[in-house]
């Protein structure tokens, strides 16, 4: 419940406190979006650690493009797509160490290198089964509102290759929810 002797501060007015080196203003902001920042960084990186550097980040980047975000708008779809955008990057640096496979030879494969944590959400569960890329791209597209030209541009890749790669995975979750519900029964 919020205290009526200190009400809550407007997000447009940290924003210009912050623009002025305000830290407690920055602060604020911060204590405001990490939670739903990280949570999106949790579930396209399927890393904790990297999740929390995806966040360190994003902030930095908030704090050195402080000028340039408009006091106006919300500061926490600003922050999403950063962190989304990092993501990405790192996907793309950790490709340049590996073969970067071809639009047929995605395979989605259960388990692949993700960690089982967080058991209470099913959606959760179902996304951490997929690879990082078909993650990210489900995460992206359906969640965030990414279009598939925004992906395919920003991975550098077709529009078709999104659509196939995001359809693929929705498939194999629906077929995995699909098993789990008659095992269930």
């Given at each position: 419940?919020?205290?009526?002797?200190?009400?809550?501060?407007?997000?447009?007015?940290?924003?210009?406190?912050a623009r002025r080196g305000d830290h407690a203003a920055f602060a604020?902001?911060?204590?405001?979006?990490?939670?739903?920042?990280?949570?999106?960084?949790?579930?396209?990186?399927?890393?904790?650690?990297?999740?929390?550097?995806?966040?360190?980040?994003?902030?930095?980047?908030?704090?050195?493009?402080?000028?340039?975000?408009?006091?106006?708008?919300?500061?926490?779809?600003?922050l999403k797509r950063v962190v989304g955008n990092l993501a990405i990057?790192?996907?793309?640096?950790?490709?340049?160490?590996?073969?970067?496979?071809?639009?047929?030879?995605?395979?989605?494969?259960?388990?692949?290198?993700?960690?089982?944590?967080?058991?209470?959400?099913?959606?959760?569960?179902?996304?951490?089964?997929?690879?990082?890329?078909a993650r990210t791209l489900v995460w992206l597209h359906l969640v965030?509102?990414?279009?598939?030209?925004?992906?395919?541009?920003?991975?550098?890749?077709?529009?078709?290759?999104?659509?196939?790669?995001?359809?693929?995975?929705?498939?194999?979750?629906?077929?995995?929810?699909?098993?789990?519900?008659?095992?269930?029964?």
């Open positions: 419940m919020p205290d009526a002797s200190n009400p809550p501060v407007d997000e447009a007015l940290l924003v210009r406190r604020a902001l911060y204590q405001r979006h990490a939670r739903a920042v990280h949570a999106l960084a949790w579930r396209l990186s399927g890393d904790a650690t990297l999740a929390e550097d995806l966040v360190q980040e994003a902030f930095l980047r908030m704090l050195r493009f402080i000028g340039g975000i408009r006091p106006e708008l919300p500061v926490r779809p600003w990057d790192h996907l793309r640096r950790v490709w340049r160490e590996q073969a970067l496979p071809e639009d047929g030879e995605l395979v989605l494969t259960a388990n692949r290198g993700i960690d089982d944590i967080e058991q209470s959400s099913k959606v959760a569960e179902l996304l951490r089964r997929l690879p990082p890329l965030e509102g990414w279009s598939h030209g925004e992906l395919a541009a920003r991975f550098r890749r077709s529009e078709s290759w999104s659509k196939s790669i995001v359809s693929r995975a929705l498939a194999l979750l629906r077929r995995q929810a699909e098993s789990r519900s008659t095992d269930h029964e």
